[in-house]
Nanobody, 123 residues
Framework: QVQLVESGGGLVQPGGSLTLSCEAY????????MGWYRRAPGKQREMVAT???????DYVDSVKGRFTISRDNVKNTLYLQMNNLNPEDTADYYC?????????????????WGQGTPVTVSS
């Protein structure tokens, strides 16, 4: 059983910073791409940032220059450093990972999601 557990969300004032973490637990064969997504109230989920195992990174335009995604492949942990936050960043943030587990003796890739952590930017 594989789980993604996020932490680090909370309430912050505009201009403030937060760091989100997401640790992958369980019997994993391999860990591939990881990413952060968010869903703001009344809006569809959007990709915030993704990172491949080879450290190729993509960001949504609205967070470029303010957010930094990184991963620790030894700890199976994903991070999102968020600086200069503004109210438009308020959302539930979800961790995503493509993880291979053994199925019938064959490594098989699955898409996993965390439970979400809320980020509220407000004065």
């Amino acid at each position: 059983q594989v789980q993604l557990v996020e932490s680090g969300g909370g309430l912050v004032q505009p201009g403030g910073s937060l760091t989100l973490s997401c640790e992958a637990y369980g019997n994993m064969y391999d860990l591939y791409s990881m990413g952060w997504y968010r869903r703001a109230p009344g809006k569809q989920r959007e990709m915030v940032a993704t990172i491949t195992r080879g450290d190729r990174i993509d960001y949504v335009d609205s967070v470029k220059g303010r957010f930094t995604i990184s991963r620790d492949n030894v700890k199976n942990t994903l991070y999102l450093q968020m600086n200069n936050l503004n109210p438009e960043d308020t959302a539930d943030y979800y961790c995503n990972a493509v993880i291979a587990t053994m199925r019938g003796g064959t490594p098989t890739r699955y898409d996993y999601w965390g439970q979400g952590t809320p980020v509220t930017v407000s004065s």
